[in-house]
T-cell receptor, first 115, second 117 residues
Framework: AQSVAQPEDQVNVAEGNPLTVKCTYSVSGNPYLFWYVQYPNRGLQFLLKYITGDNLVKGSYGFEAEFNKSQTSFHLKKPSALVSDSALYFCAVRGSMDSNYQLIWGAGTKLIIKP | GAGVSQSPRYKVAKRGQDVALRCDPISGHVSLFWYQQALGQGPEFLTYFQNEAQLDKSGLPSDRFFAERPEGSVSTLKIQRTQQEDSAVYLC???????????????FGPGTRLTVL
């Protein structure tokens, strides 16, 4: 069965330090992986996606994510966190052999950046 | 350019009332999705349209939920005889490509927060 896990409900990082938000997945076929961010009372904003090719994907606002096929992971990273990065982050996945139209979403990770 | 818009942003309904939630997708986007997001949770898929055709409604929780996109642009999600468990944020997303492209990015609206009293 397809699934996405975000093992940490919350991640706390000091401003200026590197951050990592974890995501692991299980799908049929090749994975298509997405990261979105949600600010309070706002919709989801697309950050980046992995479809194929280079395992390191660069996205908006200085974020990047590393696809690791053997570990079935797609962790979100940023070299230097900003207070304004504080938000809710969602990982989503679709499999190349999925027969429906659905993205499978993780439960979200709350990222708190402390000044 | 204009993104996905949704209206109303907030809706309070008494239990048993019918509600209609509107989504205006990005112009030219073929695909349109509706999601339900409970507090502190990830979005849950409700239904999918390719132009005016509703190709997947497997996520609609009951027959009280109905969605349409009659002209292939604006979509309406209707909930009849609302119940307290319907309280959630309803998100709409659109993407440029049709259903054959599973790699396409979905762009989300701000959502409608429905509270059923």
């Amino acid at each position: 069965a397809q699934s996405v896990a975000q093992p940490e409900d919350q991640v706390n990082v000091a401003e200026g330090n590197p951050l990592t938000v974890k995501c692991t997945y299980s799908v049929s076929g090749n994975p298509y992986l997405f990261w979105y961010v949600q600010y309070p009372n706002r919709g989801l904003q697309f950050l980046l996606k992995y479809i194929t090719g280079d395992n390191l994907v660069k996205g908006s606002y200085g974020f990047e994510a590393e696809f690791n096929k053997s570990q079935t992971s797609f962790h979100l990273k940023k070299p230097s966190a900003l207070v304004s990065d504080s938000a809710l982050y969602f990982c989503a996945v679709r499999g190349s052999m999925d027969s429906n139209y659905q993205l499978i979403w993780g439960a979200g990770t709350k990222l708190i950046i402390k000044p | 350019g204009a993104g996905v818009s949704q209206s109303p942003r907030y809706k309070v309904a008494k239990r048993g009332q019918d509600v209609a939630l509107r989504c205006d997708p990005i112009s030219g986007h073929v695909s349109l999705f509706w999601y339900q997001q409970a507090l502190g949770q990830g979005p849950e898929f409700l239904t999918y349209f390719q132009n005016e055709a509703q190709l997947d409604k497997s996520g609609l929780p009951s027959d009280r939920f109905f969605a349409e996109r009659p002209e292939g642009s604006v979509s309406t999600l209707k909930i009849q005889r609302t119940q307290q468990e319907d309280s959630a944020v309803y998100l709409c997303a659109s993407s440029l490509a049709g259903s054959g492209d599973f790699t396409d990015t979905q762009y989300f609206g701000p959502g409608t927060r429905l509270t059923v009293l």
